[in-house]
């Protein structure tokens, strides 16, 4: 029987990358969990002053940042298949998941305290576009990104990780 690594990303803390021509460095990670698996969320640093976040879950990349949403629809009327506007975009819910956060590390916007709850709610647009409602005992926040492929990033400072070897 093969042994799994413990960590199977090859990010990290420090890892910096580029986004539209502006580099970032991850400074924190949040892993969260619901009933089907986990994902990690990387906050990271842009060097233009913004901050955001990159997700990484099943070979799939998502970078956001923040955005003001305006009026947004309680947590009890959020259905699979409802047509949201936020930051004059059109987005469609597509997935409703309560997570809980079961590791962090590094920098966080907020206290990430084991076994924190919030419900992640994902939305799609046209293209590679998404948006993210995270409702929490903190608050509401939005953030609207789109997905890229790991090549894109042009990352540096990755973790080595066995038998995979980096994108030149």
């Known amino acids: 029987m093969a042994l799994l690594q413990d960590e199977w990303s090859a990010l990290q803390l420090q890892t910096s990358g580029k986004y539209r021509g502006v580099t970032f460095t991850?400074?924190?990670r949040?892993?969260?969990s619901?009933?089907?698996g986990n994902w990690n969320e990387?906050?990271?640093y842009f060097d233009d002053a913004q901050h955001g976040w990159l997700s990484e879950a099943q070979g799939f990349y998502q970078i956001s940042v923040p955005c003001a949403a305006g009026q947004l629809p309680a947590l009890n009327e959020v259905t699979t298949g409802l047509s949201i506007s936020i930051a004059?975009?059109?987005?469609?819910?597509?997935d409703i998941k309560k997570v809980k956060c079961t590791y962090s590390e590094g920098e966080l916007p907020f206290k990430a305290v084991l076994g924190r709850s919030s419900v992640s709610?994902?939305?799609a647009?046209?293209?590679n576009n998404f948006a993210c409602i995270d409702y929490?005992?903190?608050g509401v926040n939005v953030y609207s990104g789109e997905y890229c492929k790991f090549e894109e990033f042009r990352f540096s400072y990755l973790r080595e990780l066995d038998g995979w070897r980096k994108p030149s």
């Not at 004059?88 to 597509?94: D, F, L, M, N, R």
Request: one cysteine or more.
């Open 26 to 28: 991850l400074v924190g």
């Open 30 to 32: 949040v892993r969260l």
């Open 34 to 36: 619901w009933e089907s």
């Open 42 to 44: 990387w906050f990271c």
């Open 88 to 94: 004059a975009h059109s987005y469609t819910v597509k």
């Open 121 to 123: 709610v994902d939305l």
């Open 125 to 127: 647009s046209t293209g």
């Open 136 to 138: 929490s005992e903190d």
